[in-house]
């Protein structure tokens, strides 16, 4: 992925919650309390495990068509800039939020421009936007989380990866088809 001035590529994180409707407070069978310590105790005996916990989403896209998801535990400098610099190549023009993960970035050896989200969501001088990566966002929400009507947290990184993969092959005439010969470029 390599972000130019004509496609820059576009970063942000977002929240995957876990809390369901009319937060009932369901759990999922996959997410069990050996993972972590839970204070919260169980309130009814209908439910499978520990409470659905959220989890932070890291999004890289570049254009219209490559998407790059990663989730991760939190979403702070020392746990993106890794990230970045393993899918970005140097020199890369990359637009994103005012979060402040995100400064160091300059000095990573990327040309990054930010866009302040409580003023406008184009900023007018530079036209610098995340518009298509936070798009992207209310398409994983859509087709993901709500589809698979909550997702555990072992699972979604690969929910994450088939959306990108079938993103980044939507103009496939047999998707089955070019499964296969992608499968069998990954396993030479």
């Known amino acids: 992925m390599v972000g130019t ?3 820059p590529g576009q970063i942000d994180e977002t929240y995957f919650g876990g809390r369901r409707k009319y937060d009932r407070g369901r ?32 999004g890289l896209k570049n254009g219209m068509d490559v998407i790059r998801l990663s989730v991760v535990e939190k979403r702070d400098g020392a746990t993106l800039e890794p990230i970045i610099k393993r899918k ?3 020199g890369s023009v990359i ?18 421009s930010t866009v302040n989200h409580q003023q406008n969501y184009e900023d007018p001088n530079t036209g610098v936007h995340t518009q298509n990566i936070e ?17 555990p947290r072992h699972l979604l990184q690969a929910h ?3 959306y990108s993969w079938r993103i980044f092959r939507l103009d496939a005439d047999d998707l ?5 010969i992608d499968l069998r470029s990954v396993f030479r």
């Open 5 to 7: 001035v004509d496609r």
């Open 27 to 58: 759990f999922l069978q996959g997410d069990n309390a050996a993972e972590e310590e839970d204070s919260d105790p169980v309130q009814n005996n209908r439910n499978h495990g520990r409470r659905i916990d959220g989890r932070w989403v890291f």
């Open 88 to 90: 970005v190549a140097p």
């Open 95 to 112: 637009h994103s939020d005012e979060w402040p993960a995100y400064r160091p970035f300059n000095a990573a050896g990327f040309v990054h």
């Open 135 to 151: 798009r992207v966002w209310l398409d994983t929400n859509t087709k993901i989380m709500n589809t698979t009507r909550g997702t």
């Open 160 to 162: 994450l990866n088939e």
């Open 176 to 180: 089955f088809m070019v499964f296969l």
